[in-house]
């Protein structure tokens, strides 16, 4: 049984300037055409120098997505946005993607095919697993030499 959706991710991903530039959407739109994620919702979020957050559903902002189509715009909640919206710092802009994580969902269907389940799934930012990566490769060095 294929599952409708699969696990969805919020995705704060902040810019320098006032809106995304054209490889930014473009690296949207090649993931989405590539069959890795499924663009759910995306919101523009902007974070004034005095910290109030203000957004937009980004068909509403007269920013360009090109052929980037939104499932079902409207799903990130208000509160959803000023949360993540207050972690931009003062003076900065943002996308708020809802992002259908595609590899994730065939995964929960095969494993429900097989009658099993998923319990939990957690996500390590990809810088703290660069650090640690990097950090791990250092002592193994280390080991090497001694």
């Known amino acids: 049984m294929e599952l409708e959706y699969g696990p969805v991710e919020l995705v704060l991903a902040a810019f320098a ?3 995304p530039s054209v490889g930014v959407l473009n690296a949207l739109a090649d993931l989405s055409d590539a069959g890795t994620i499924r663009l759910i919702d995306l919101v523009h979020v902007a974070r004034a120098h005095d910290g ?6 980004v068909d509403d902002s007269g920013i360009d997505v090109g052929a980037i189509d939104l499932v079902a715009a409207g799903l990130a909640s208000n509160d959803d946005v000023q949360t993540l919206g207050l972690r931009l710092p003062p003076g900065t802009s943002a996308l708020l993607l809802v992002v259908e994580l595609l590899w994730a969902k065939k995964l929960a269907s095969r494993l429900m ?6 319990v939990d799934s957690v996500r390590i930012p990809a ?9 791990a490769a250092a002592i193994e060095r ?5």
């Open 127 to 135: 810088p703290v697993v660069n650090l640690v990566a990097a950090e």
């Open 17 to 19: 300037g006032e809106e």
């Open 142 to 146: 280390e080991e090497e030499v001694s």
């Open 52 to 57: 109030i957050v203000t957004f937009v559903e």
């Open 113 to 118: 095919e097989a009658d099993g389940f998923v």
